[in-house]
C-alpha cells in the first residue's frame, strides 16, 4: 500500500495559481487511481479531481473546471494540481487519495489511502 504527502499549499491572492504535489511511496503507485479532494471548515469533504492509473482518464467538479488541472508522472510516483485563477471559495485543506478502483472515482470511500492534507488559503 503506498503513503502520500502532499505540498504546496499557501496563502495566495485571489487570481493567482498554486500547484500541489504529492508524492506516494512504493512501488504500486502506478497501479492506483489518484484524486484531490478539499474540505472547508464546517463543510463535508468534496471531490476535485481525479485521475486514472495510467493517465488517460480525468474527471473534475464543476466549480473547478477550466481553472484546475490534474496530472501524474508514474517515474516520479507524483501526481499534482495546477491550480489558476483562484477565488476565495477555494480555501480550504487539500487531500490526495488514492483508490484501487477502476476509472476515476469520485466519492470519498472509494478511496483507501489518503495523505495528511495541505492548507490552501485564497485572499480576496
Known amino acids: 500500500q503506498v503513503q502520500l504527502v502532499e505540498s504546496g499549499g499557501g496563502l495566495v491572492q485571489a487570481g493567482g495559481s498554486l500547484r500541489l504535489s504529492c508524492a506516494a511511496s512504493?512501488?504500486?503507485?502506478?497501479?492506483?487511481?489518484m484524486g484531490w479532494f478539499r474540505q472547508a471548515p464546517g463543510k463535508d469533504r468534496e471531490f476535485v479531481t481525479g485521475i486514472s492509473w495510467s493517465g488517460g482518464s480525468t474527471s473534475y467538479a464543476e466549480s473547478v473546471k477550466g481553472r484546475f488541472t490534474i496530472s501524474r508522472d508514474n517515474a516520479k510516483n507524483t501526481v499534482y494540481l495546477q491550480m489558476n485563477s483562484l477565488k476565495p471559495e477555494d480555501t480550504a485543506v487539500y487531500y490526495c487519495?488514492?483508490?484501487?478502483?477502476?476509472?476515476?472515482?469520485?466519492?470519498?470511500?472509494?478511496?483507501?489511502?489518503w495523505g495528511q492534507g495541505t492548507q490552501v488559503t485564497v485572499s480576496s
Open positions: 512504493g512501488r504500486t503507485f502506478r497501479t492506483y487511481a
Open positions: 487519495a488514492a483508490s484501487r478502483r477502476v476509472g476515476v472515482p469520485d466519492l470519498p470511500y472509494e478511496y483507501n489511502v
